[in-house]
């Protein structure tokens, strides 16, 4: 049976995009970033929840160094199927922010490599309680563990309706960096998985917030990337995506400025994965051509950038999970600590075009 990894989990999500517009969903100084530092968003705080006293996060920067984050016990739930196990964990570290974390394990594999998925907004957890997404990422023997971005799925509440992910966006951003790196730490903390092998592959908003953890934080060695938003200007301005009530608000010398140090452009030459593929689909709308190109033009050294002209060119790239092949081979000739060094930077850009289906 057709079992397409990203067509039928990723491409509903471009549906789900314009649902969304319905319903409507660097670095700075040491000095100024502390005094940036600002609590973290609280949408309901319970006054008898004191885990959290003392957090403090900086939406100016993707890294952690100048945030104070306070990670709580996770809450876990384990379903147990033939070949593979199924965690679901509320991990949390923040106000008013709990995050479903869903960590799948192959069977008979002792410290599995790992491959995070970060999938873009508006799409929700839904997909990593399917069974053949499930089967389909664990079947070679790899752990999968998914989350979603801040404002998105089940982290989207008790808000004003007019807060969602566009208008909150340098707070998005920043704190799903953030969250990439929090759930690394706790799953190095775990001692169960194959912490020097990790990867991950993301999507839409979602490829850019990896683009943002990965330029800091070495842990991810292999990235793949799939039609990342950035090039903000541009992007506000001429993005589909965006509500064409709201796009007035979104290209604001203030709200650029604040989404500025956040931009993936700036941050992609800064990628510290061993390895880094660009996938892009030039049939997709969210990320306006210009943006796409200057993308691609900022990815480091070595990295490889994959064209797709045409859904008919994508589909069989991706088809039974044919893509995850690239990121688990990368991952498996990953060294030993102590052994590596960065060839993303020793190699020319390698860009290609998918021929054509005939």
């Not at 490599?113 to 389909?136: K, Q």
Request: proline residues 9%; aromatic residues 10%.
């Amino acid at each position: 049976m057709f079992n397409l990894l990203s067509f039928q989990f990723i491409r509903a999500q471009a549906l789900a995009s314009f649902l969304a517009l319905f319903i409507t969903a660097t670095f700075l100084t040491t000095t100024a970033a502390a005094q940036q530092l600002t609590p973290a968003s609280p949408p309901v705080a319970n006054p008898a929840d004191t885990r959290f006293q003392g957090v403090a996060e900086d939406w100016t920067s993707p890294a952690l160094t100048s945030s104070h984050l306070l990670p709580a016990r996770p809450v876990e739930f384990i379903t147990d199927n033939p070949r593979y196990t199924v965690e679901l964990l509320q991990v949390q570290w923040r106000w008013g922010d709990p995050i479903d974390l869903y960590v799948m394990k192959p069977k008979g594999v002792k410290k599995p490599p790992v491959i995070l998925y970060l999938y873009g907004n508006p799409t929700d957890t839904d997909i990593f309680m399917r069974d053949d997404y499930e089967e389909l990422v664990t079947r070679d023997g790899f752990a999968a563990v998914g989350f979603v971005s801040a404002l998105t799925g089940h982290r989207y509440h008790d808000r004003p309706m007019k807060q969602w992910f566009l208008s909150e966006l340098q707070e998005c951003l920043a704190t799903s960096a953030h969250d990439v790196q929090m759930v690394l730490n706790y799953l190095a903390a775990r001692d169960d998985l194959d912490m020097n092998r990790v990867g991950m592959f993301a999507q839409g908003s979602g490829a850019s917030i990896a683009i943002l953890a990965s330029a800091v934080d070495p842990r991810i060695k292999v990235l793949e990337a799939l039609d990342p938003w950035g090039d903000w200007p541009t992007w506000m301005a001429t993005s589909p995506f965006v509500p064409q009530d709201e796009r007035a608000e979104y290209v604001k010398p203030e709200f650029l400025k604040k989404v500025a140090p956040l931009d993936p452009i700036a941050w992609l030459p800064k990628i510290q994965a061993r390895k880094f593929r660009l996938d892009d689909e030039l049939f997709e709308t969210n990320t306006p051509k210009t943006a796409q190109e200057k993308l691609r033009a900022a990815a480091p050294a070595g990295s490889s950038v994959i064209l797709y002209k045409t859904f008919e060119e994508f589909r069989p790239a991706f088809e039974d999970g044919k893509n995850l092949q690239w990121i688990q081979h990368e991952l498996q000739s990953v060294p030993e600590p102590g052994a590596s060094t960065n060839p993303a930077t020793a190699q020319p850009r390698q860009q290609h075009q998918m021929p054509r289906s005939n």
